[in-house]
């Protein structure tokens, strides 16, 4: 599958002259990282001889577009599913569906999740911290509570979710 990526790439002026736009050059370094923008994320690496059409200039940074193949079972459709992607979420674990379905309507009707983590649930890793479970990405946690917690906004509360250790309420928090 042909990829066409509008990206910026940081050029050093030893390896590639001043050029005009609509240009074919050549990357010289033997590995050149892809920003978004200057100064910004790496998001891929080019090896020494990768072409590029050059776009615009800014001052030292160039402007190009890319034109290569990439692997189809690298490309996924869903940002979460990106090696290296992160959430942060707290959950409310508790032991009865009932008990779910109550502390639920609670956070429903407005009442701090935090509070009602700290009360109720049964999870001694969190509860006294409001529930919160910190950083974590894909693997991190049992399949059913982690495609519940990849689903939501930031500020979204799930359903009930229930995994092998019980019934959680989760928050995405980040």
Known sequence: MKA???ICLLV???CVPLVAQNSIQFVGPKK??????????RIADLLGGSQIEVLERQGSWTKVQVTGW?????LVADRTRVEGYHIVASHILLAGIENAKAVLKRIEAGEDFKELARLHSIDPASKNKG???GVFGRGDFLPAFEEAAFKLEVGQVSEITKTRLG???IKRTR
């Not at 050149?32 to 994320?41: D, K, V």
């Not at 990439?70 to 690298?74: D, G, K, L, Q, Y």
């Open 4 to 6: 066409r990526l509008g």
């Open 12 to 14: 050093l002026s030893i």
């Open 32 to 41: 050149e990282n892809l920003r978004i923008q200057p100064n910004g994320t």
């Open 70 to 74: 990439i692997w189809n079972a690298s």
């Open 131 to 133: 529930g919160d479970l």
């Open 167 to 169: 019934y959680h309420i």
